[in-house]
């Protein structure tokens, strides 16, 4: 029987994934878990998880969920592929697995909370509204045992929602698409919350600007970054799953080969970020890439390019091979001269701001130790009969003086080669349409 479970759930037949979050009383963390159910309501024997979070995590709020929920429940999905994802409980630390689930193409439904439980909230915070109303928009049944009032009350600030039941309808029969690629790491392996961190200060380079576009916004994270900053903005992205989970937090996003979409936009902005793009590019696709941005900038537009930094050692090692779509390295000299030559005049590069990385520079180093200053070996007998009372004649003296000052040579050399692991794993570009 087991058996015939799991064979079931793998290929998503009637197989639902159900989320709550509690607390468990007094001052203990939130838990977030997911079980299996079949169609009949049983529980099945596998797959279920439970994860610890920090009690704030049960408000409602507008920040990208903890990595360790959502990658483990990327990780659950894929594995067992549920036909429908039911959040019993709209919490912070939920919001993110509903708009997860949808993206993946899953099915998903959602237990309304009661209006007095959060309402307040939303009603003072627009942005928190619209995180809540992209997830709420995700789902495919509302469930919603409250005062009609509520219902009411959801609707009259979320139009639009799908019609809400006291039970959940059916599971459906079958689950979401049995094949993933890109979007598994896109939605599993990488840390929104951190990647928001990492680019909050790229927002500043687009300050006066009206009509940015977001060249392969893949999640949308920059999105988010300058709608919070009031620059209006849309992005284009190729990845239907990306895309999908884009616009779940309320932005706008065309789904496209960014490429293509440039070529045919002329002049239709005056931002443009393009941030890990490039090095998914062969040559030939990096010089078409410069050419369409350059023509999608109005004169005078400014375009950011963030790329892996081929000069960082943790960057070559660590992190270029993790994404799997990853081409080649770009040196930033490479493309600010291939920039230059389609109309775009290079103002920062942050490889050579000293403010940013003082010191930083390719130091040498030898492939031999350097060699000990060694003791006179035949002391004059004066020197000798010193040594005979315990006393260092000035020679010795001289020789431990110069040793030190070697190993302190080594150690200097050995340190600014060792800095060039503290390097920016990013180089960053600011280029300018010439006028």
Known sequence: MKSQEAAGAMTGARVELKVAVERRGGEEPCVVSWAFFDGDGRGLPFGGVRCECGGEWLALRAVFGPFEVNSRFVASLLTHRPARVLIERLAGVSLDLARIAHALGFAVAVRLPAMEDC?????????????????????????????????????????????????????PASGAAAVFGYEAYALGRRDHALLFTMQEEFAAHFSGCEAVVDAGCGTGVFLEILARRGIAAVGVERNQVSARYARSLGHTVFEADALDWLETHPASCDGLYCSHFIEHLPAAGAERLLAAVAGALRPGGVALFVFPDPESIRSQLFGFWRDPEHVRFYHPELVAMLAEIHGLALEYDSSRDHSRQPGRRVAPFAFEPPLPVAADASPRPWARLLRRLGIAPSSDLAAARARADALEETVRQLWTVNQTWAWDDNAVLRLRKHE
């Not at 109303?133 to 005062?147: E, M, Q, R, V």
């Open 119 to 171: 309402f307040p909230a939303l009603a003072g915070d627009p942005l928190r509204r619209r995180w809540v109303g992209g997830a709420l928009h995700c789902a495919s049944d509302l469930l919603a045992p409250l005062p009609a009032a509520d219902e009411a009350g959801w609707r009259a600030v979320f139009p639009g929602l799908p019609a809400a039941a006291s039970v959940p309808p059916a599971c």
